[in-house]
């Protein structure tokens, strides 16, 4: 995790910059001066005389440390605190008031500033403590969240292609089920794996297999809509939940992925090229159908359409589970409905070949 810290610990070297937040410019003049009897060239400090010029001063510029009056006029220090601190959560911030007690600590504190400055006990040596503790103690909470979200990349990614891996996707189709069965929402899950990728391994080499894998899934995510979730399942293999997405719809959009992937010419030199494809299996979900049978009847749908070549899209309606809510039952019933007038439809859709691609997507 070195390299990923690089650029902290960099900053950490560079002069702090400060942002004081107070509409008396005496009370500005006394934090400047004595900041100047620490060390003259140790800090940068700027100055802004109201919430809105403090706000869009930390919006445009950097800052490490941002001291805000307690009283700012017609403006209160402690709201300014809260609205900066999630507008600008990377920076220290201190409040400054004429008089301290332990309300106002914990105030503060509630505010989301890291500690507080009494003016009548300012001093150089106090202020030289306070600023270099809440700089370092800011640094130090930015580190950790840096060092949370990394891991949490590494628990929920495939290393690989950089999409959700399986355990991840796992739990995005059992959240896409939980919310389809509580407000009656279409859904679907797709697999789908890439045609003869042994033969590529075999030919090429692994090293342009895995660039094949990364290069396929980046593309692929990026045609997919931001609410759908897309992960490797495994070697070759991927998984898509499609919320709010019907069986028919999931066809549609599966089966213009197919040609794109078709379309595509991969290079490995300047003499050697080769295409691919994909076959897909769809499965429709019906109420209370768990994710384990989704998987199972998009993978049964995968491999009907393997033994018809490859390089298609093939779907499988859930069947509708009974409860013991007449109401539910009624909906589940006009859900399978639903869902069989879908997978009708599907047999309509013919297996995929160059010849079906699509201007769309030839410009892959």
Do not use: W
């Not at 869009?56 to 402690?78: F, Q, S, T």
């Not at 990377?90 to 505010?111: E, F, K, P, R």
């Not at 306070?130 to 580190?143: D, G």
């Amino acid at each position: 995790m070195t390299d990923r810290f690089a650029e902290i610990d960099a900053a950490d070297e560079q002069l702090p910059r400060l942002l004081c937040v107070d509409d008396d410019p005496d009370d500005f003049f006394l934090l400047r001066k004595t900041l100047a009897q620490i060390a003259p060239d140790r800090y940068q400090l700027d100055h802004a005389r109201s919430a809105k010029e403090a706000l869009a001063a930390l919006e445009g510029e950097r800052y490490d440390l941002c001291i805000v009056d307690y009283r700012l006029g017609v403006d209160d220090g402690l709201e300014l605190i809260r609205t900066a601190a999630r507008q600008a959560p990377t920076v220290a911030y201190l409040l400054l008031t004429g008089q301290g007690d332990h309300s106002i600590d914990m105030a503060a504190m509630d505010a989301g500033a890291v500690d507080y400055l009494a003016k009548d006990r300012l001093s150089p040596d106090v202020l030289e403590h306070v600023l270099r503790y809440a700089i370092r103690h800011q640094q130090l909470v930015n580190r950790l969240e840096q060092q949370s979200r990394r891991l949490l990349e590494l628990a929920t990614t495939d290393d690989l292609t950089g999409v959700l891996n399986r355990r991840s996707l796992n739990e995005q189709l059992q959240r896409a089920i939980d919310i389809a069965d509580r407000h009656n929402f279409p859904l679907c899950f797709a697999i789908f794996d890439v045609d003869k990728f042994k033969s590529v391994n075999d030919r090429f080499g692994h090293r342009i297999g895995d660039l094949l894998l990364a290069n396929l899934a980046q593309r692929l995510n990026r045609r997919l809509r931001t609410t759908d979730h897309f992960g490797r399942i495994g070697g070759d293999e991927f998984g898509i939940v499609l919320p709010h997405t019907t069986g028919q719809q999931a066809l549609d959009v599966l089966s213009r992925l197919c040609e794109t992937v078709a379309a595509k010419c991969y290079h490995v030199d300047d003499d050697t090229a080769f295409s691919t494809s994909i076959t897909v299996g769809i499965a429709a979900h019906s109420t209370h159908c768990p994710a384990d049978e989704m998987f199972c009847l998009a993978d049964a749908a995968l491999y009907e359409g393997k033994a018809t070549g490859g390089n298609c899209v093939r779907l499988r309606a859930a069947p509708a589970r009974q409860t013991e809510d007449p109401k539910e039952n009624r909906r589940s019933s006009e859900t399978a409905q639903r869902h069989f007038l879908d997978t009708a439809r599907s047999q309509e859709i013919p297996t995929l070949s160059p010849a079906g691609r699509t201007s769309e997507s030839a410009e892959d």
